[in-house]
């Protein structure tokens, strides 16, 4: 473990130096290729820090947040566009804050919308403890639950990290920096929709990055052969597809496995229906006919879910990556609480 700790220490140092060089020397470059060329042994070294790391969750957290996320928001960067370009130019300090960490600034000139009472009470107060408690769960009685039981503890504890990590990150920064940010997810469980949940409430900064990097060039690419009303197609699915090599990437960073590309193909499905929910949603739209609200509900979120069970998980259940996880939370554990209890004796000692 204190190995460990040393090996992300010195991932976290060399990313901070990457982004300052970036910050220093190359945003001084004419954006454009010269500009590009010269974040080419960053990209490089962000696509290799996974590899330095032996811990399945530390590996898949600094995957997700630079080979994939601050990779992209540079490549964005080297053509003066995405989150991290401004005029006037960014401090150092919130450069690299906005590089590292996975959030959307909102404009200074939106105005936020009004907040609704969110359906569940869910917040930083109350999802931490309910992850633990599932967390807990899942690690102690796994071989006892029903295999369909455990995959729906999965997509739970994916949503609640997902959004712990970058809620928690947004809080800080907003204590700390000052920024005004966009929220992580909006009740993603209760889209109605597949162009509801996977453009605007599941990880919106993901959703974000992808539609500057991917979705508008193809979509502007395509318009000059299909047209502009059909340009949206091949952007839509070519997003997904993107999506899916990426996370297939973060995949194999955990398990070390020969890819079996059902991840991407589960990315893939879910951008082709996303096409075809939106050609039959017209057709309905002509017809004057809509289905009622809770059974577009129950359509959308069991079809995630069921292609989650189909595609998503099993590649991590039969390469062992969520015993992993589960492990390293359950040591993760142990030592706090062995610290805690420490540190009540030796408070103990001192007042006795």
């Known amino acids: 473990m204190e190995d460990e700790i040393k090996n992300l220490c010195n991932v976290s140092i060399a990313v901070i130096t990457c982004l300052c060089y970036c910050h220093l020397i190359s945003s001084r470059l004419p954006k454009g290729k010269w500009r590009l060329l010269s974040f080419l042994p960053v990209f490089s070294l962000f696509a290799a820090l996974p590899l330095f790391l032996t811990s399945a969750f530390f590996a898949a957290n600094i995957a997700f947040l630079f080979t994939w996320l601050a990779n992209f928001k540079l490549l964005l960067y080297a053509f ?96 700390l920096v000052g920024l005004e940010l966009e929220p992580a997810s909006d009740e993603p469980y209760l889209a109605t929709s597949l162009q509801e949940f996977w453009g605007r409430r599941w990880n919106i900064t993901v959703s974000s990055l992808l539609r500057q990097v991917i979705y508008k060039p193809v979509r502007s690419a395509a318009a000059a052969v299909l047209g502009r009303d059909w340009a949206a197609v091949p952007a839509v699915v070519a997003a997904f597809l993107v999506s899916g090599l990426m996370h297939e990437l973060l995949f194999w960073y955990v398990t070390r496995a020969r890819p079996s590309w059902e991840t991407t193909a589960f990315f893939v499905v879910q951008g082709v229906c996303v096409v075809a929910e939106f050609g039959l949603k017209l057709a309905l739209d002509r017809k004057k006919w809509r289905l009622p609200s809770s059974v577009r509900w129950l359509l959308t979120v069991g079809f995630v879910v069921g292609t989650s069970f189909w595609l998503f998980f099993p590649p991590l259940i039969r390469n062992g990556a969520d015993a992993r996880v589960l492990e390293e939370f359950r040591f993760a554990g142990e030592v706090v609480r062995q610290k805690l209890s420490e540190s009540w004796l030796y408070i103990g000692r001192k007042r006795g």
């Open 80 to 175: 003066d566009q995405g989150p991290l370009s401004s005029n006037p130019t960014k401090s150092l300090v919130v450069f690299v804050i906005m590089a590292a960490f996975p959030f959307v600034i909102r404009p200074e000139n939106r105005t936020p919308p009004p907040r609704k009472p969110k359906k569940l009470p869910l917040n930083l107060a109350t999802e931490i403890p309910v992850f633990l408690l599932l967390l807990a769960v899942l690690t102690d009685q796994k071989e006892h639950v029903h295999p369909i039981v455990l995959l729906l503890g999965y997509c739970c504890l994916v949503f609640l990290m997902v959004d712990v990590i970058v809620s928690a990150s947004s809080f800080w920064v907003r204590v």
